[in-house]
């Protein structure tokens, strides 16, 4: 197995980063097997979708509507409806696995690996790449 952390900087505001291109340079010399995305934190998520036809927009707009960014939530440390965030992991799951054939990630023509970010107080993300040759 062989491993590599990332650093993203999201920014101040809820963001669907594409890890694609990142996923790619580091599979660049490997064979078949799987890949792992995995990121450590309690208010971030990964998902496969398609980015740049609005499909991204539309996530965070999907989930500022079933978790909305208000006053309801027990967890109450950082901004305003921070709890929120923490309850986003639920939906969204820290981690993706991808089948890799020939060093290329297997995705549909449309299909992007991207960290979903709503935690506007913490801007910068660890992301774990794992590659389990087959």
């Known amino acids: 197995m062989r491993s590599e952390t990332i650093e993203v900087r999201t920014g101040g505001r809820a963001e669907v980063h594409d890890l694609t291109t990142e996923c790619d340079r ?8 799987l890949l792992s995305v995995f ?16 499909s991204d927009d539309d996530l965070l707009a999907a989930l500022d509507d079933l978790l909305p960014r208000d006053d309801r939530w027990r967890h109450r440390h950082g901004s305003a409806g921070h709890g929120r965030d923490h309850v986003l992991p639920a939906l ?7 089948p890799v054939i020939g060093g290329r990630a297997q995705l ?10 709503t ?10 790449l794992s590659f389990l040759a087959g």
């Open 39 to 54: 990121v450590p934190h309690a208010t971030a998520g990964l998902a496969i979708l398609e980015t740049g036809a609005g």
């Open 108 to 117: 549909g023509t449309w299909q992007s690996i991207c960290l979903v970010d």
């Open 119 to 128: 935690n506007v107080d913490n801007a910068v993300r660890q992301v774990r």
């Open 26 to 33: 580091f599979l660049h010399d490997e064979g078949d097997g």
């Open 92 to 98: 969204v799951a820290p981690s993706v696995t991808v």
